[in-house]
Each structure stands twice: as C-alpha cells, then as structure tokens.
C-alpha cells in the first residue's frame, strides 16, 4: 500500500539540489549554462503572445504588487517601456493605464505607430542575477551587461524600481526557482573566475 506522508520526502529539497550541483565538475556546469537558452529560445518564440503576456503581467503584478498600489508606475504613463532578453530573442513593451501594468506586441506597436521611450536589454541570466539579487543593475550596468537607451530619466525611473523588486511576492515555487537559478549562476561564475585568476 502506498504510504503518502512519505511522498513528499521523495522530492528532493533546495538544499539537496544545490548539494548535488556542487558536485558536479566546473566544465559540465558551464556548458549547462551555455546550453539553457538555446534549448528554451524555440519554444518560448513559440509561446502565444497572449500566453506571454498573462504569464507575463501576472508576474510584475505579483513582484510590484506595493509600487503598482502606491503609484509608482505613474511615470509610465503615456510611456513604453521595450524590455529585451537577447539571448532568448524576447521582445516586450510594457506601460502604464488604468492603475496597472499593461503590455503590447511588436505587431500592435506597428499597428499603432507607437515607439517605446527607454529600452532594457540584457540576457536571461544577467535578469535572473538581478531578480534573485546575486547582481546589482548598476554594477551590470558599468560593465554594459545591461543595456540602457532611450530617455535617460525615464530609464532611472525604470532602474530605481528593478532594485525594488521584492520576489519573495512570487509564489513560493516561482520564487525558489528564481533563487536557486540565481545562486546556481553566481556560484558558477564565481568559481569560473576564480580558476581563472589562478591560472
């Protein structure tokens, strides 16, 4: 007979994964990283925009939760927000109406011949460093791993609310998933560097 207290013990806890990550060799984990976003980048291009999108503001919603209540998005009023995940070859606009977040396609900002005012670009890993706060935006900023153009003001507005982000208003799978992706990432560019400086 199945005996289902147990169950949940099968499951291995975030400790235990990074326990068995921290095993593996310096190389494999690199190339695991290298790997990701060529193995996520068709089915995510695949995903439905509108799938996107719900997926999408539900998780800003989540993460500014307080800013979106206080009115901290004002400032994007009227604005565009074009954020760029490069190595992902993701593309979203995203503004301000109505007390809450709102997010557009390329298609429907051709359609209206709209532009956005200030553009983030930086990689899926550099993001998650950011959100999982193993990097600060300024620091990825000087070392142009994230990109800033467009409206300068508007860009620190934007910048000012990325190190207010509180993940911990995600779900709980969500946000130990970012975390542990986060510290996987740090800990492997630390130690990639680390071999490097002894060579």
């Given at each position: 007979?199945?005996?289902?207290?147990?169950?949940?013990?099968?499951?291995?806890?975030?400790?235990?994964?990074?326990?068995?990550?921290?095993?593996?060799?310096?190389?494999?984990?690199?190339?695991?990283?290298?790997?990701?976003?060529?193995?996520?980048?068709?089915?995510?291009?695949?995903?439905?925009?509108?799938?996107?999108?719900?997926?999408?503001?539900?998780?800003?919603?989540s993460v500014f939760k307080?800013?979106?209540?206080?009115?901290?998005?004002?400032?994007?009023?009227?604005?565009?927000?074009?954020?760029?995940?490069?190595?992902?070859?993701?593309?979203?606009?995203?503004?301000?109406?109505?007390?809450?977040?709102?997010?557009?396609?390329?298609?429907?900002?051709?359609?209206?011949?709209?532009?956005e005012d200030v553009s983030?670009?930086?990689?899926?890993?550099?993001?998650?460093?950011?959100?999982?706060?193993?990097?600060?935006?300024?620091?990825?900023?000087?070392?142009?791993?994230?990109?800033?153009?467009?409206?300068?003001?508007?860009?620190?507005?934007?910048?000012?609310?990325?190190?207010?982000?509180?993940?911990?208003?995600?779900?709980?799978?969500?946000?130990?998933?970012?975390?542990?992706?986060?510290?996987?990432?740090?800990?492997?560019?630390?130690?990639?560097?680390?071999?490097?400086?002894?060579?």
């Amino acid at each position: 007979m199945l005996n289902l207290p147990s169950l949940p013990q099968a499951i291995p806890s975030l400790a235990d994964k990074k326990a068995l990550l921290s095993t593996l060799p310096l190389q494999l984990k690199i190339r695991m990283i290298d790997v990701m976003p060529k193995i996520l980048r068709p089915s995510l291009r695949l995903l439905p925009f509108k799938a996107q999108k719900a997926a999408l503001l539900s998780a800003l919603s989540s993460v500014f939760k307080e800013a979106l209540e206080d009115g901290d998005f004002e400032f994007l009023q009227d604005k565009w927000l074009k954020i760029a995940i490069t190595d992902l070859q993701l593309t979203w606009w995203l503004s301000f109406d109505d007390d809450k977040l709102i997010m557009a396609s390329s298609e429907e900002m051709a359609a209206n011949n709209i532009s956005e005012d200030v553009s983030f670009s930086a990689t899926g890993d550099d993001l998650v460093l950011i959100a999982g706060r193993k990097q600060d935006p300024d620091t990825l900023f000087f070392q142009r791993r994230l990109k800033v153009e467009g409206d300068t003001e508007l860009g620190l507005e934007v910048k000012n609310l990325i190190d207010a982000i509180d993940i911990e208003q995600l779900p709980s799978s969500v946000h130990s998933l970012v975390a542990y992706s986060a510290d996987f990432l740090q800990t492997t560019r630390d130690e990639q560097s680390q071999k490097e400086a002894q060579k």
